[in-house]
């Protein structure tokens, strides 16, 4: 399985953009990127994600690089309730390409 | 609003007891994932399924744990018997099909003293 390297944590000011990056450069051309989130004593919820080119929806931007080898995600103005271990992802899209391995993921810290 | 609904929320048993942990997929996925995560481990994917039938489960410690899909609706995590390092958080999540996202429960919270 292809692995994803992030920083251990990151800082942000509230209401300031934060840029999320992510490590992938064992990426094949079937896996998709994803990004989830964990909010404190919570399941794991899904972000977003894409394949080649970047992607907007009403929580965040994806950013993909032109070589795919690496991604970074957007948020756009940061809140208290954005602070939460961010975990990038590559999920195989082929038929049966199910495994989802989390890494370490980064943890937010969103200061007010 | 569609979501995993996982039982119980916590549960604390002795050491050597059956633990038996349920989830209930979403309605139509046909994907159902089970990962423990700890402080020291972080999430661990134990097993999935699909179309009830397990994919991988390759994660899971085999002499004592179980899963399985007695039906679409409902999956089963087993421990038998229990040890204080099953100690954990454990979530069920379920999907559609690959590459798309999947949706994660609750979580139980497992305590064996």
């Known amino acids: 399985d292809a692995k994803t390297t992030q920083p251990n944590s990151m800082e942000s000011n509230e209401e300031e953009p934060v840029h999320l990056p992510c490590n992938h450069s064992?990426?094949?051309?079937?896996?998709?990127i994803h990004w989830y989130r964990q909010l404190p004593s919570q399941g794991p919820e899904y972000v977003i994600h894409?394949?080649?080119s970047n992607v907007n929806n009403r929580m965040a931007s994806l950013a993909i690089a032109e070589d795919r080898k690496s991604s970074t995600l957007i948020l756009h103005r940061a809140t208290l309730r954005d602070a939460a271990v961010y975990y990038c992802?590559?999920?195989?899209?082929?038929?049966?390409?199910?495994?989802?391995?989390f890494g370490a993921g980064t943890r937010l810290f969103v200061k007010a | 609003d569609a979501r995993v609904t996982q039982t119980p929320r916590h549960k604390v048993t002795e050491m050597g007891q059956e633990v038996t942990m349920r989830c209930q997929p979403i309605?139509?996925?046909?994907?159902v994932f089970w990962y423990r995560q700890t402080m020291m481990q972080g999430l661990e994917l134990l097993a999935y399924?699909?179309?009830?039938?397990?994919?991988?489960d390759s994660g899971m410690p085999k002499d004592r744990f179980s899963a399985e899909m007695p039906d679409a609706t409902l999956a089963t995590l087993k421990i038998q018997p229990s040890e204080p390092r099953d100690s954990a958080v454990y979530f069920c999540?379920?999907?559609?099909?690959?590459?798309?996202?999947?949706?994660f429960g609750q979580g139980t919270r497992l305590t064996v003293v």
């Open positions: 894409g394949l080649t």
């Open positions: 064992t990426i094949s051309g079937t896996d998709y």
């Open positions: 309605l139509g996925h046909n994907t």
């Open positions: 999540a379920s999907g559609l099909r690959s590459g798309t996202e999947a949706f």
């Open positions: 992802i590559l999920r195989d899209g082929r038929a049966g390409g199910f495994k989802t391995i």
């Open positions: 399924f699909r179309n009830r039938a397990p994919l991988d």
